[in-house]
T-cell receptor
């Protein structure tokens, strides 16, 4: 079955280190997204991509970057991890163009702790 | 500003009872709504969706109702089971706003 996978599922890192969270989907979806989920805030969009070589900033993009070199992968990089980036990160994907009327399917999450 | 919110943060029901989870939205241009279920330690899972040209849609044991007049969305779960215990969120998007926004979630607990 097609799926979306994230790795690592759990990571502890130190302040100032660069961290990359991987996301791989086998649905051949055009759109991919990264969200963070924090208590009291729900899901907040970090970055998204509507196709290869396309990337866009979301609501909370500061301190994060993404790249889209192929359809299947959208790695999320924290350039210099900060304690405020301790969170659960969800990768997601959808068919079609944009969020417009397209169901978003989520990965299982990556728990990141910055100490 | 525009927002998507939930009326109740927690809901506790008896196994076998029906559950109703509510969601309010304020963007009158929203035209597509989704309910997600998130179990502990897992990612949100799609349950059911509805477009603004409908006011009701049924799935297996779940029904979504949309009242555009009062900008209200609800998820009804029939014969709630212990496996239904989770956080439920609504999400909304609109054609002219290339964005999807999520509510904070309601935690449903099913008592045996």
């Amino acid at each position: 079955d097609a799926e979306i996978t994230q790795s690592p599922r759990h990571k502890i890192t130190e302040t100032g280190r660069q961290v990359t969270l991987a996301c791989h989907q086998t649905w051949n979806h055009n759109n991919m997204f990264w969200y963070r989920q924090d208590l009291g805030h729900g899901l907040r969009l970090i970055h998204y991509s509507y196709g290869v070589h396309d990337t866009n900033k979301g609501e909370v993009s500061d301190g994060y970057s993404v790249s889209r070199s192929n359809t299947e992968d959208l790695p999320l990089t924290l350039e210099s991890a900060a304690s405020s980036q301790t969170s659960v990160y969800f990768c997601a994907s959808s068919e079609g163009t944009g969020h417009r009327g397209n169901t978003i399917y989520f990965g299982e999450g990556s728990w990141l702790t910055v100490v | 500003g525009e927002s998507v919110g939930l009326h109740l943060p927690t809901l506790s029901v008896q196994e076998g009872d029906n559950s109703i989870i509510n969601c309010a939205y304020s963007n009158s241009a929203s035209d597509y709504f989704i309910w997600y279920k998130q179990e502990s330690g897992k990612g949100p899972q799609f349950i059911i969706d509805i477009r603004s040209n409908m006011d009701k849609r049924q799935g297996q044991r779940v029904t979504v109702l949309l009242n555009k007049t009062v900008k209200h969305l609800s998820l009804q779960i029939a014969a709630t089971q212990p496996g239904d215990s989770a956080v439920y969120f609504c999400a909304e998007t609109s054609y002219n706003n290339n964005d999807m926004r999520f509510g904070a979630g309601t935690r449903l607990t099913v008592k045996p």
